[in-house]
């Protein structure tokens, strides 16, 4: 019974980068963590390995977010990515100044397609921030609920892979 075991653990842990990516994206998903300390445990464990598991994970996290915006974003709010940039802010002006409202459109469609701040995702911006403080009294789930409203399709990410038992 133990070598079957044995074999089981070799065929899906025994080489790193088989491991399931879903274990790095919870660490990930930990404001303490992000991908600093992913990035610095796994080139620690795997050597020269690790920079190419790290790589591996970075790719699935995005493809796991734009997998969740796809899904969400079209049932939330139409299918229309908001911006950082209300367009309500602005509409007392952009019915005082005649044309104001379709140039303050055309200025969110240039920034965005020149990287500006609106092109950002919520990924990018969540993992630009700095990490939250190492305390022993740390609620994850509390911490997604609290920044919901800021990371909305990352809080539905978190709250299934953070529900898997590893």
């Known amino acids: 019974m133990a070598s079957s075991m044995c074999k089981e653990f070799e065929k ?7 491991m399931n990516k879903m ?9 303490r963590y992000k991908f600093t300390t992913v990035s610095f445990v796994l080139k620690k464990m795997f050597g020269d390995k690790g920079t190419i598991i790290e790589k591996e994970v970075h790719t699935y996290m995005s493809s796991l977010f734009n997998e969740y915006v796809s899904k ?5 709010i139409g299918g229309k990515v908001s911006t950082s940039l209300p367009s309500s802010s602005f509409s007392t002006m952009e019915t005082s100044i005649p044309g104001l409202g379709e140039h303050l459109d055309e200025i969110r ?3 965005a397609a020149s990287g500006g701040v609106d092109s950002k995702t919520e990924l990018e911006k969540y993992l630009a921030e700095d990490p939250e403080n190492e305390r022993p009294d740390f609620d994850i789930l509390a911490w997604w609920k609290v920044n919901s409203p800021r990371f909305p399709i990352l809080a539905k990410i978190a709250r299934d892979v953070l529900a898997i038992p590893i």
């Open 12 to 18: 899906y842990w025994g080489e790193p980068t088989k």
């Open 109 to 111: 469609k240039h920034k």
């Open 23 to 31: 274990i790095f994206i919870a660490c990930v998903l930990d404001p």
């Open 72 to 76: 969400f974003v079209s049932k939330d």
